[in-house]
Nanobody, 123 residues
Framework: QVQLVESGGGSVQAGGSLRLSCAPS????????MGWFRQAPGKEREGVASIASLTSTKYADSVKGRFTISRDSAKNTLYLQMSSLQPEDTAMYYCAASRSYSCGFGAANFAFWGQGTQVTISA
């Protein structure tokens, strides 16, 4: 059974940085597409970043140049490095894993989801 556990969320001031981690069990981070999504109160869940099995990455326009998705195969962990954080980045962030080699931001492509970690950015 696949389980995804996120960590690293918190509260920082605008301009600060956070690194989110996602440690799966029953799943290998390097095998298929994985991604990070977020959902702010009153808004729909949106794709933030994804990484395909062959390491190609994709980012939402709103986070390009500020966020970096990566994975450590030795630690079997997925990361999201977030820099220059802004109040509009405030949301619950979710790790997602698929059984697909290709990547996109369609939530239906991801079969497994974590419980989320809260990120709050103050002005």
């Amino acid at each position: 059974q696949v389980q995804l556990v996120e960590s690293g969320g918190g509260s920082v001031q605008a301009g600060g940085s956070l690194r989110l981690s996602c440690a799966p069990s029953g799943y290998t981070v390097s095998s298929w597409c994985m991604g990070w999504f977020r959902q702010a109160p009153g808004k729909e869940r949106e794709g933030v970043a994804s990484i395909a099995s062959l390491t190609s990455t994709k980012y939402a326009d709103s986070v390009k140049g500020r966020f970096t998705i990566s994975r450590d195969s030795a630690k079997n962990t997925l990361y999201l490095q977030m820099s220059s954080l802004q109040p509009e980045d405030t949301a619950m962030y979710y790790c997602a894993a698929s059984r697909s080699y290709s990547c996109g931001f369609g939530a239906a492509n991801f079969a497994f989801w974590g419980q989320g970690t809260q990120v709050t950015i103050s002005a």
